[in-house]
């Protein structure tokens, strides 16, 4: 299945509650109470409060026929990026986010994103906590044919990080993507290392352009917004990959997160397969959201 079908398929939840509420206007005349309705379904799938104020507006003063469309061009302005992320040579990405989110997968579908485009990647396996994590991304890199840097004797992310670029210098690696451990905001010593990661990259290797890419649950709706909030004091977050999009119904959070915080969504995942992660296209996610036709440029 084209990944546009993949991306329709996941936001059925989502798009059966939204462009849900917006029908019911279509056919009823707009009210107080429509317009209350309306405003506590876009509530509830994460767009966020300024967000919601503003198609509220426009549902107010466009006419049925219209306001949906106005909607859509409001929502693709709001997301609207200057650029994608630009990969220079050498660059060293952190995947960085809470337990549970997708981490490991997500740095190994980057890897494969990546390498399908000619980059030569890198793999750190730097969530020194959990072996699984190791051994898990251990897998996905022979399946990719990329080389994996780990330590398992060392609880030291740092330290690991240090080595893998140390490698990636000798081997004349494009991009070094790094896996690192789950931790939550409340995990001072935890969030101090992601800080020290950063200097790491900054003192000792400042060849390497550094991107911080943060993992976000989409089924986790205004909690992710209160993690980015919080990882966003330790760490510059070039941007976030919502996962887990297949079967949420809070696919708003993409809009909380760039108009709230200014974290574009730079990919989206929507199943566990390496092929199942691809840029965020803001055209494409609003038509997928609100049911209307999407025409490939």
Known sequence: MAFIGKLFNALRRSRDRVSGAFQHLVKEKVSPQSLEQLEETLLASD???STVEDILDIVKKHSHENFLNEVADY?????????????????VMLVVGVNGTGKTTTAAKLAKYYVDQGKKVLLVAADTYRAAAIAQLQQWSKRLNVRMVCNENSQDPSSV???G????????????????????????????????????????FSEFKLI??????????????????EFAKSVDLDGAVL????GTARGGIVFALKNELNIPVLFVGVGEELSD???????????????????EA
Not at 77 to 89: A, F, G, N, V, Y
Request: aromatic share 4%; proline share 2%; no cysteine.
């Open 47 to 49: 767009l966020g409060l």
């Open 161 to 163: 990080l240090f080595d």
């Open 243 to 246: 996962t887990k999009m297949d």
């Open 165 to 204: 670029l140390q490698s990636a210098k000798s081997e004349d690696i494009d991009l070094v993507i790094v896996d690192t451990a789950g931790r939550l905001h409340t995990y001072t010593n935890l969030m101090n290392e992601l800080e020290k990661m950063a200097r790491v990259v900054g003192n000792r």
């Open 212 to 229: 911080s890419m943060m993992t976000i649950d989409a089924n986790l709706g205004q909690n992710s917004l209160h993690q980015a909030r």
């Open 75 to 91: 929502m693709q302005q709001s997301l609207d990026q200057e650029k994608q992320l630009e990969i220079q040579t050498p660059s």
């Open 277 to 295: 992660l691809n840029e965020f296209d803001p055209q494409e996610y609003i038509h997928s959201l609100l049911g209307l036709e999407y025409v």
